[in-house]
């Protein structure tokens, strides 16, 4: 991580959850390519860190995320001149080739669950990387567009992709060539995020902290088995379902949770070891 991204994402563990926070306030996090560099950096730590069961990603100050750094839409003026955001890191991330894709990829390939808290602005960019979230959570009075057709673009941080996913086709469709601006709570009604709260960040910890208190062997396969649903065969799912049943019924966590359960007593699960990871994919 170069020294100016140092500072672009802060990041604590406390209790299993991990509190990711980016860190450009007097920009509304606007995104430049340090905080390329630091998202795609912070999520790669992560996924190597055991302790971690759950994640609540947020901005600080006024805005989850403004977008793209305008000194990159005056670079996309300059003739041959390819952006930051589109150059290829050394290392891909599963499908993610492009460091922009990277940025928000990073958050779905993360092998535990994220909870995306968004406030203020969510624009262009910073939508994408919210997509990326398992779960978003949106104070009602966000305000959400995917705005790249306003500088003549298209979503290319994974948008195109995975927003259809979400809030079908034709809205994903009208979204995208208008660039039209929602509240957080039309874009609850639209799929667009999981629901509206009126302190979003309070929400996501509170969901993290349930989330990490569960067997965290049982919740890396569920994300999984969950993301490759209608993403491949129905025989290549269902074998995989039964691949993951057979490899949690009798491990140390899923006996705990029989236990804890018929004693009803709080569970104690122990951390994947560092093999169970399963690769960016």
Not at 187 to 204: C, E, I, K, N, R
């Amino acid at each position: 991580m170069s020294e100016a991204a140092e500072h672009r994402v802060t990041c604590a563990v406390t209790d299993g959850v991990a509190d990711v926070r980016l860190n450009r306030p007097d920009k509304h996090n606007a995104l430049d390519p340090a905080m390329f560099d630091a998202l795609v950096t912070t999520g790669v730590r992560l996924s190597e860190d055991q302790r971690v069961r759950a994640v609540v990603l947020s901005g600080a100050g006024r805005s989850f995320c403004s977008g793209l750094d305008f000194a990159s839409f005056q670079a996309m003026a300059e003739p041959g001149r390819l952006p930051d955001e589109l150059r290829a890191p050394a290392q891909a991330l599963g499908p993610a080739r492009a460091l922009g894709q990277q940025a928000a990829y990073v958050w779905t390939a993360l092998p535990v669950p994220v909870i995306a808290a968004v406030h203020g602005a969510a624009f262009g960019g910073g939508l994408q990387v919210m997509l990326g979230a398992d779960i978003r959570i949106a104070a009602p009075d966000a305000t959400l567009s995917v705005m790249e057709i306003r500088w003549g673009l298209i979503p290319d941080m994974t948008g195109t992709q995975l927003l259809p996913e979400l809030v079908g086709r034709d809205v994903a469709k009208e979204l995208t060539f208008t660039g039209r601006q929602v509240s957080g709570e039309e874009a609850a009604a639209l799929g667009l995020v999981t629901q509206a709260a009126s302190d979003p960040f309070d929400a996501a910890c509170r969901l993290a902290t349930e989330i990490a208190s569960k067997s965290p062997d049982a919740i890396r396969r569920s994300k999984q088995l969950l993301d490759a649903a209608g993403r491949v065969s129905l025989d290549e799912g269902f074998d995989a379902e039964q691949h993951a049943i057979h490899a949690l019924i009798g491990t140390p966590n899923q006996v705990e949770a029989i236990e804890a359960n018929l004693a009803r007593r709080p569970p104690q699960f122990a951390d994947p070891r560092p093999g169970d990871r399963p690769p960016f994919r």
